[in-house]
């Protein structure tokens, strides 16, 4: 990968001049550096080398954001919009997305890594369609009406229903594996239920969601709707956390700060949904279609550089196939092309940072010494850049943290297992997180006998990865609180009041 430009010349005279000008933080409307004046550096994975500088904004800055949307939310025009009107300008969000796509896509595919087909295709478009599908809903949050009995006092008579009313300020905290996505996964319903907002967007990625925050504006979002903020987890996350003007946090990320936030937030015990890690099983029966069960299982593994909290990192594959589906997982890891995310033929980027980098190969490392075996790959490709070989390790055991924790990068465990019976499912079931799983199989009974015991949020049955607008997505156990997309995910914005009138 000596001498890659990291993909520089492909990026449109757009995008270049969105990266030329100094990148500054949205608050109350004004474009804005840190109160410090600090900044930090932002990288391209594919490089290593500086594509610009963001604000590094703290508690002050934290503070000025929250109080805007405090302010927003209590005196402002939001609330009062009807929701045709809030509608209309989250749908716009969503045309503007489209309408800029490419510049989105470019400006993703540098910041995060990934290859500039799937930012195109999978990002950019499932970030548009979730504002269309939220938008749907703003005119269709309802309570109802609720008969009553109250039987201490016979012969009264009460109309009582229910309200659906926005939940308040709501601290939003993203990770960098899909920087647009998962702005548009929080964004979409917090604008539609009428809440107002902080999002903290990764120090890792922060441009496209800088870029979000300038389309949201040009959208019509009234000034301190939406407040957006760049920074680290300590300086800038945790007081956004711990805001006593906070009604909410929604946070996306590793299960490890994910507990950090629960502590943050509970001593005014503000709301909180969470969508965290995953060590998702995905198994394949003797009787799956191998045409679909080895390139689907490939890709569970290796899309995003495995940078997937749903990733299907945790392979079983019934022993009568083993082989055979060994030989063509390693043959698909192996014709894998690595390179810049940015050149079109690219089909697996660089993990997104040094520091990412250091953490998977430091797993690689402690499986090897554990005494797991690289089927094929394992190894960094090139010195300048976080390329890693799509790894597949074999001979792993229950115990080994290769197998137990969430990796978050090209490495796959797989082990045989002779009959779908209790076993099997407890070990598919036998890890902290519960995020998703997989299936591959033609038996429709095992199929369903099977999706009814993963204790997951997710069952793919014959596909992997495949996301929705309206299919909401989210974690038992240790991967979550609360769910992602859908009409579910209304639920985390909304508080729902009681009217209750004596006739
Ligand atoms: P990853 O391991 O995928 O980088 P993290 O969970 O570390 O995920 O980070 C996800 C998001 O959480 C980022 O925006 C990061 O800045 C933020 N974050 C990290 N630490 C904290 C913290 N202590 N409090 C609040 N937010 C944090």
Redesign the pocket.
């Known amino acids: 990968m000596d001498g890659n430009d990291g993909g520089l010349t492909a990026l449109s005279p757009a995008v270049r001049k969105f990266l030329s000008q100094p990148k500054q933080v949205l608050i109350n409307g004004k474009w804005q550096s840190a109160q410090s004046g600090k900044t930090f550096e932002v990288f391209n994975p594919a490089n290593g080398e500086i594509i610009g500088h963001a604000a590094a904004c703290e508690k002050d800055d934290v503070d000025l954001a929250v109080r805007a949307a405090r302010k927003a939310f209590d005196e402002g025009p939001w609330r009062r919009m009807t929701a045709s009107e809030r509608g209309r300008i989250v749908w716009k969000i969503g045309d503007l997305i489209l309408k800029y796509a490419e510049d989105l896509a470019q400006l993703e595919s540098l910041d995060n890594g990934k290859p500039i087909a799937v930012a195109r295709a999978a990002d950019v478009l499932l970030a548009a369609d979730l504002f269309h599908y939220m938008a749907g809903w703003a005119t269709k949050i309802e309570g109802s009406t609720i008969p009553l009995s109250v039987p201490y006092t016979p012969g009264a008579e009460y109309h009582a229903y229910t309200r659906k009313e926005p939940i308040g300020v709501v601290g939003q ?5 899909f920087p647009l996505l998962m702005a548009a996964w929080k964004l979409g319903p917090v604008l539609t239920t009428g809440c107002t907002v902080v999002l ?5 990625t922060p441009m496209s969601g800088l870029r979000l925050a300038e389309i949201c504006q040009e959208a019509g979002v009234p000034d301190g709707v939406l407040n957006v903020l760049t ?4 300086p ?3 007081p ?2 711990a805001h006593p003007l906070v009604d909410k946090i929604a ?4 299960t ?3 507990k ?2 629960v502590k ?1 937030a509970s001593h005014d015990l503000k709301k909180l949904s969470l969508e965290l890690g995953g060590k998702s099983p995905n198994i394949i029966l003797d009787d799956a279609d191998l045409d679909i069960a080895i390139p689907g299982a490939a890709s569970a593994i290796f899309f995003n550089q495995g940078q997937c909290c749903a990733a299907g990192s945790r392979l079983f594959v019934q022993e009568k196939i083993y082989d055979k589906v060994m030989d063509g997982i390693a043959k698909a890891a192996r014709g894998i092309k690595v390179g810049p995310g940015l050149d079109p033929s690219t089909q697996m980027g660089p993990l997104v940072s040094q520091i ?1 980098f250091d953490r998977v190969s430091g797993f690689l490392k402690s499986g090897a010494d554990d005494g797991a075996k690289a089927l094929t790959g394992g190894k960094r490709i090139g010195d300048r850049g976080y390329f890693l070989e799509p790894t597949v390790l074999v001979d792993t055991t229950e115990k080994m943290s290769v197998y137990q924790d969430e990796i ?1 990068g090209p490495v796959v465990t797989a082990t045989p297992f002779k009959e779908l019976d209790d076993d099997l499912i407890r070990r598919a079931n036998d890890t902290v997180f519960g995020l998703a799983s997989g299936i591959y199989s033609t038996n429709a009974s095992k199929i369903h006998r099977l999706a009814s015991r993963l204790r997951a949020g997710t069952v793919w049955v014959n596909c992997y990865n495949i996301f929705d607008a309206a299919l909401p997505f989210g974690g038992y156990k240790q991967s979550g609180w609360g769910r992602e997309m859908g009409q579910e995910v209304l639920k985390n914005y909304l508080e729902t009041k009681s009217v209750c009138i004596s006739l």
């Open positions: 905290i993203i990770p960098w594996n903290k967007l990764a120090e890792e920074g680290f987890g300590e800038c996350g945790a956004l956390a946070f996306t990320g590793s490890e700060v994910g950090l936030i943050a990412q978050f």
